[in-house]
């Protein structure tokens, strides 16, 4: 790194979690302002975390001190007070760590010039989490723009886990060539020791939780030093810490960490931890990036891991050292689960990582951006294109999708020039753009930033403190004296006073848990693929407990096992209704499109669809009438003129376009005087979508609403690839009973037809479903047996449950750590 600043370089580091990646970056810059001193920025710090970048500067101002050197360190995040954000602008620190929506405000200002003039250096961490995203696209503009207000500064891009490194390094660099950013890797580590832990007992069919081995996590956290109990959701985070809590009997010292909590709260815990004050913490990906926890033994991931990158970034937590070996606990919740857990095994074995190259840029990004722009200085089109077109996320950019971005901008495009307050910017005699006036940028700096969050209520105790926030809609749902699970604790709604939600802790009944939107993580492309090779070839069983081996033994007996190059469909009666599963192992998001697509064309083709659920793993359709020629729900033609139809006459595109619009600055959240509704801003999105459905359908914004919708929403290429794969290639088994595979999915929508207090018919029901897919296998039916059914039901303390062999082992080759 050292070299590569040397030559005046930007450069990509990948190094393995605890290799020293941050110090190295900033390394650089400390020599440079130890031998030539000097006031104002020097290098700026970008975080997508703000936690991150309070932890980075309390682990950067101690060698600082320690060398005695004359370097000032601060942050500058949306929690930074007004009076040291003023004094920041006049007397800049030499090194200032920030997030990418604080950057773009700064930007925006009108002395940005001098602001960042001189600076030398940025340092984006975490950079493969941004990159891709629409944070992700809004940082690679700061970037043009900072190359273009300082030339010579250099861009340096920190990650531990990349699997496409010259797309990262054509994001990361000043002319978004991926040849002028220096690839410096660092060797690898001492490998991961990863063990999967089951429950003791009976391993669930179903549910996604994890609630049966409690006790195994709790005693994990009793037997070492520092844990953290990392989960997949927000929900899941508050069931598992109340899960765990319960069978703390020597009260030790556990927290819970995930974004809704307050912010107050969130530092304590962090805080906690860095002072060794804790012996556990329960947290979501609110603590998965970077954060120097150098004292934890182990990460137990409670549920499967979805991805192998996302794996590995949380499995490095422990330890955080490279010549330590990070010790990690997979705890599956159910059968599938188990089988993703061993493919993730065998992909850090193989030194493979996951995850997609970044995509191009969104255009309501764009748009925010160019008012930025315009209420920093006046621009000219031409030479604003040329810098957009030097960000990596925006290289490929058309000229036609600038100026459309730009008209849009300057007066909301055809349909709604007549309207002033859409008017934005105007052109001078010189082609210069100009914005209109103080207002118009007031409102941008109100607003700025990419991420649009579901309206949330404030929860707060009744004459306590606020605890943190949950989504509006969840409170909707409540009526008074109705009990939660919320902070780890059970509270009771008490009633809504203005814009917050009054509780009180305990209360009668069965709490309730606050779930989120788009909280759930999709099984990685990758990580599918291994799937289906485990499920496939049984020569991979090896790693699989024994119960599971059976099960797939089972499978092969009742029905086949699907194939790795090929789709695997099963049919077959129950209830007087026809089921069908598919095995598809594309993940959630792509098998929910899938779902409703096929169901389409089932009614089209008179089979009478009742429903579907869709998993990670498969799709479960029940139908009036027998699905008999399932082959043709899955032809690739199934992507034309029916996914069309669909996401027309769905809400998804008007949900969509409300947060492009938001994005956008077209619909305006927050307000000098008081912040809109959502009520207020569906009616608003949903008129001014029609407006432009109908006078101007190929409007900037809706060509960005389709795209959103075929990448990020629906998951197409994922479902394009699976029908490609499945062309001549589909093995219909048509069956007399449900098949053992086929269990989980049947329990899936056992959970859908049947809600409130009526759970024992569930598990009823899953027993029968049990006992009829394993008939005659008496030798196995013992070991089949439901025990806990899901995540409802956790199992009791270890020492009221038989005994069996529960976990299996692997220690990770050195070499195959990437």
Not at 438 to 466: C, D, F, H, Y
Request: glycine share 8%; charged share 25%.
């Amino acid at each position: 790194m050292l070299e590569a600043a040397r030559q005046g370089r930007s450069a990509l580091l990948i190094a393995p979690t605890g290799g020293g990646k941050t110090l190295a970056g900033f390394l650089p810059s400390l020599i440079q302002l130890y031998e030539n001193p000097r006031k104002g920025l020097h290098t700026l710090y970008v975080s997508p975390l703000k936690a991150l970048a309070v932890d980075i500067a309390r682990n950067l101002e101690a060698p600082i001190a320690e060398m005695g050197l004359d370097i000032t360190v601060e942050t500058r995040t949306g929690d930074t007070p007004a009076n040291r954000r003023a004094r920041q602008r006049q007397n800049p620190p030499n090194i200032l760590l920030t997030t990418p929506e604080s950057l773009t405000l700064l930007l925006s200002l009108p002395d940005a010039g001098s602001l960042f003039g001189e600076l030398a250096c940025v340092v984006v961490d975490e950079a493969h989490a941004l990159a891709g995203t629409k944070r992700g696209d809004q940082l690679s503009l700061c970037l043009s723009r900072l190359a273009a207000l300082a030339p010579r500064g250099r861009h340096v891009g920190l990650s531990a886990t990349v699997n496409h490194p010259e797309a990262l390094r054509a994001w990361l660099s000043p002319t978004a060539r991926a040849e002028d950013v220096s690839l410096v890797r660092a060797a690898p580590g001492e490998p991961p020791v990863i063990g999967v832990q089951l429950p003791e007992g009976r391993l669930p069919w179903g549910g996604h939780m994890g609630l049966a081995s409690a006790p195994d996590i709790m005693a994990r956290i009793a037997g070492a030093g520092v844990t953290i109990v990392f989960v997949n959701t927000r929900a899941q985070a508050e069931l598992v810490f109340a899960a765990v809590w319960k069978l703390n009997e020597a009260a030790l010292p556990i927290a819970l960490h995930h974004g809704s909590l307050t912010v107050e709260q969130r530092r304590k815990v962090e805080a906690a931890m860095a002072a060794g004050r804790l012996r556990g913490v329960v947290a979501t990906s609110s603590l998965d990036l970077g954060i120097d926890w150098g004292a934890v033994d182990q990460v137990i991931q409670v549920g499967a891991p979805k991805g192998v990158s996302r794996l590995l970034q949380r499995v490095g937590r422990a330890n955080h050292r490279m010549d330590e070996a990070s010790a990690a606990w997979l705890v599956p919740a159910n059968r599938f689960e188990v089988i993703e857990c061993a493919a993730a095994i065998e992909s850090i074995e193989a030194g493979e990582l996951d995850g997609e190259p970044p995509r191009q840029g969104g255009l309501d990004v764009l748009a925010q951006h160019i008012l930025a722009m315009a209420c920093h200085a006046p621009f000219h089109p031409d030479d604003l294109y040329a810098e957009v077109r030097r960000a990596g996320a925006y290289s490929e950019l058309p000229r036609r999708d600038f100026d459309d971005t730009l008209r849009f901008v300057e007066d909301g495009g055809y349909a709604l020039s007549s309207y002033e307050r859409y008017r934005k910017l105007f052109r001078d005699s010189e082609g210069l753009i100009h914005v209109r006036g103080n207002q118009v940028a007031l409102q941008l700096r109100l607003n700025l930033g990419t991420i649009v969050e579901t309206p949330l209520l404030k929860v707060k105790l009744r004459g306590g403190p606020v605890l943190g926030e949950v989504e509006e809609w969840f409170i909707s749902t409540l009526a008074q004296g109705d009990t939660f699970l919320f902070a780890g604790q059970v509270l009771r709604f008490e009633g809504m006073a203005g814009m917050v939600a009054q509780v009180s802790r305990g209360g009668a009944g069965e709490p309730r848990v606050p779930a989120y939107a788009g909280a759930k993580m999709p099984l990685s492309t990758h990580l599918g693929k291994r799937v289906r090779d485990i499920l496939a070839d049984p020569t991979h069983w090896a790693l699989l407990p024994e119960g599971v081996q059976e099960w797939l033994d089972l499978q092969r007996d009742k029905s086949e096992l699907p194939r790795a190059d090929g789709l695997l469909v099963e049919t077959f009666p129950r209830g007087g209704r026809w089921f069908m599963v598919a095995y598809t192992f594309e993940g959630r998001l792509a098998h929910q499109t899938l779902g409703m697509l096929a169901t389409r064309r089932m009614e089209r083709l008179g089979w009478g669809p009742l429903g579907y659920v869709a998993t990670d793993y498969v799709i479960a359709t029940w139908s009036a009438f027998e699905p008999a020629d399932p082959e043709a729900l899955f032809t690739e033609d199934l992507l034309g003129e029916e996914l069309e139809e669909w996401i027309a006459e769905s809400s998804m595109l008007r949900r969509t376009f409300r947060n492009i619009a938001t994005i956008a600055g077209l619909i305006q959240k927050n307000h000098p005087d008081a912040e809109k509704s959502r009520k207020q801003m569906s009616v608003n999105s949903d008129l001014i979508y029609d407006v432009l459905r109908r006078h101007e359908p190929d409007h900037v914004l809706l060509r960005a609403t389709r795209a959103e919708a075929a990448w990020g929403l629906t998951d197409v290429a994922r479902i394009g690839q699976l029908l490609a794969r499945a062309k001549g290639h589909i093995r219909h088994r048509r069956l007399d009973h449900v098949s053992p595979l086929a269990v989980p999915a049947l329990i899936e929508i056992g959970h859908e037809w049947v809600s409130g207090g009526a759970e024992e018919a569930v598990l009823a029901e899953a027993i029968a479903l049990v006992d009829e897919a394993t008939e005659g296998a008496d030798s196995f039916s013992g070991e089949l047996g439901l025990g806990a059914l899901a995540e409802d039901n956790p199992a009791p303390p270890p020492r009221h449950r038989e005994r069996r062999k529960s976990r299996f082992h692997r220690k990770v080759p050195k070499e195959a750590v990437p």
